[in-house]
């Protein structure tokens, strides 16, 4: 039987995927091209399996609790240097 937790996070992937596709339908601020859906998809797949990983090898709470939160907030880093540039690097979207 496959693991439900991975089945869990493909499936929310793919919905927090088709959040930006819907939005494109209905309004032009919303423009993201083949890439963008590419880089998202791997952002979050690389996001949801280090908290598969987090969750099946740590084993006390307070360490999952911290390993979440460098997880977390490495993911907003992240995603907020590839869409503005906080940190001015060759990679952001400014």
């Given at each position: 039987?496959?693991?439900?937790?991975?089945l869990s996070?493909?499936?929310?992937?793919?919905?927090?995927?088709?959040?930006?596709?819907?939005?494109?339908?209905?309004?032009?601020?919303?423009?993201?091209?083949?890439?963008?859906?590419?880089?998202?998809?791997?952002?979050?797949?690389?996001?949801?399996?280090?908290?598969?990983?987090?969750?099946?090898?740590?084993?006390?709470?307070?360490?999952?609790?911290?390993?979440?939160?460098?997880?977390?907030?490495?993911?907003?880093?992240?995603?907020?240097?590839?869409?503005?540039?906080?940190?001015?690097?060759?990679?952001?979207?400014?």
């Amino acid at each position: 039987m496959p693991n439900k937790r991975l089945l869990s996070i493909l499936v929310g992937i793919a919905f927090l995927l088709l959040l930006p596709l819907t939005a494109m339908q209905f309004t032009d601020e919303v423009q993201w091209t083949f890439v963008d859906f590419i880089t998202a998809t791997v952002l979050l797949l690389c996001f949801g399996l280090a908290l598969e990983l987090i969750l099946q090898k740590v084993k006390t709470t307070r360490s999952r609790l911290v390993a979440v939160a460098v997880v977390f907030a490495t993911l907003f880093l992240v995603w907020a240097e590839l869409a503005v540039g906080i940190f001015g690097t060759p990679f952001s979207g400014s």
